[in-house]
């Protein structure tokens, strides 16, 4: 078993673009780390550094404590799984399977009981004799995974591997991958676009922009503690909803737009830099499932729009509504807004009674679940104690986040 550590790994190319920034990231034995991002942020640049196949510009990578910087591909002891499997179509599941084993010599009778033993554990002994184009794309996925295991890597990486898949193959198999790692308790990249993939599979997730580290956490301080807007905005689905509001000279209340909402004593105790805000522009979030159903409101502090669609989804609705004069917060990148420009609000309710669009609701605000931002950097107020949500250490936050 063994670590990975990436201390302020960079990769520049010839031409001066920075793929990756001083990259600091740490795997623990046994850990399966989720590496998640916008396209072009940079997560494969790192996971192929790691495996050997992207040279390192400046900074350390150790595996197990050592340096590995300067070792070849083969010497490093982890294996990679890729997006498109990678499987040669002449030659049948046993022999994709054992190909890194037949070209380290290993005696035959060895190799086909290790092949033997991997293909049981991953539902594959049926298939054996098959070759790839007679199987399923999860079998095939598995069989790439086989290939990477017979090896006994100390560290295994996995490269968007799911993305083949239709959706609900894809949530079989993530299923079937966690368990999997669990098994062998190896420490373990794994690099996705997929923020719900991110959040279902990892111990912890590491979120990238531009070649930076925003934030590391578990998946749940993740959602409920962003370090800064952008993973606000990227984490959930729907994301947060993030305005520009203005808080009063008492800090006692926040207007958005035209509308004032209380700010809660928890919010208050929790913050204590608030007070330099008091008069000041900053950014407000609030998750969508802490907007409460029109027919549930009347107690609660509450935001008036007007209802633009109803997204029904069977046990819930996302209800999309204008805020009335509010200003919405984009933070900009590559991959362009991570918010909605449009003023609207999305709620997320339960599915009865139904929202109608094309009339006017006032929807209740859980104003306890409010977060701050700072507005020129982005950054997350920090709080001193967790309401109902879980502190965040949140290394490595980026601090140059666009205003608009």
């Known amino acids: 078993m063994a670590t990975v550590e990436l201390d ?29 991002g916008p396209s072009g942020c940079g997560k494969t640049t790192a996971l192929r550094m790691v495996a050997g196949l992207e040279r390192i510009t400046s900074g350390t990578l150790r595996i197990d404590g050592r340096d ?57 002994a049926e298939v054996l004799n098959r070759k790839p184009a007679q199987l399923s794309g999860g079998q095939r996925q598995r069989v790439a995974m086989g ?7 100390a560290v295994f990486l996995m490269d968007e591997p799911l993305s083949n898949l239709d959706a609900k193959l894809r949530v079989h198999t993530r299923a079937e991958v966690m368990a999997i790692q669990r098994r062998l308790g190896v420490a373990t990249m794994y690099v996705t676009h997929d923020q719900v993939e991110a959040m279902t599979m990892g111990d912890r997730v590491a979120v990238l922009r531009d070649g930076k580290l925003q934030q590391c956490d578990a998946p749940a301080t993740l959602y409920d503690r962003p370090a800064n807007v952008f ?16 808080l009063a000279d008492d800090g006692l209340s926040v207007m958005l ?15 204590p830099g608030l007070p330099e805000y008091y008069g000041r522009e900053l950014i407000v979030g609030l998750r969508p499932e802490h907007l409460v159903h029109p027919a549930g409101s009347s107690d609660l502090p509450g935001l008036v729009g007007d209802v633009k669609v109803v997204e029904m989804l069977g046990s819930e609705q996302l ?9 919405p917060f984009a933070a900009t990148g590559e991959d362009g807004p991570t918010n909605l420009s449009t003023g609207e609000a999305v709620a997320r309710l339960a599915a009865r009674p139904p929202v109608h669009a094309g009339g006017s609701a006032r929807f209740g605000v859980e104003v306890d679940q409010l977060q701050f931002f700072d507005g020129d950097s982005g950054l997350a107020l920090a709080p001193t104690l967790s309401l109902r949500r879980t502190p965040s250490l949140a290394p490595g936050i980026a601090h140059d986040l666009k205003r608009h």
């Not at 920075?18 to 590496?35: G, I, N, P, Q, T």
């Not at 209800?319 to 200003?327: E, L, P």
């Open 68 to 124: 590995v910087n300067d070792v070849a591909p083969k010497d490093r002891d982890v294996a990679m799984v890729f997006q498109d499997y990678a499987l040669y179509p002449q030659m049948t599941v046993a022999q994709n399977m054992g190909f890194a084993l037949r070209r380290r010599r290993m005696d035959k009778a060895a190799m086909r009981k290790r092949v033997g033993e991997v293909a049981e554990m991953l539902g594959l």
């Open 231 to 246: 993973v606000a905005g990227f984490i959930g689905s729907p994301p947060m909803n993030l305005y520009r509001g203005r």
């Open 8 to 36: 302020k790994l960079t990769k520049r190319y010839d031409d001066g673009t920075r793929a990756v920034s001083e990259l600091e990231l740490k795997v623990a034995d046994r850990e399966l780390l989720v590496v998640v």
């Open 257 to 271: 737009g035209e509308q004032v909402l209380p700010v809660a004593g928890e919010v208050q105790a929790a913050l």
């Open 319 to 327: 209800v999309h509504f204008g805020v009335a004069g509010a200003r």
């Open 147 to 153: 290939r990477a295991l017979v090896r006994e890597p």
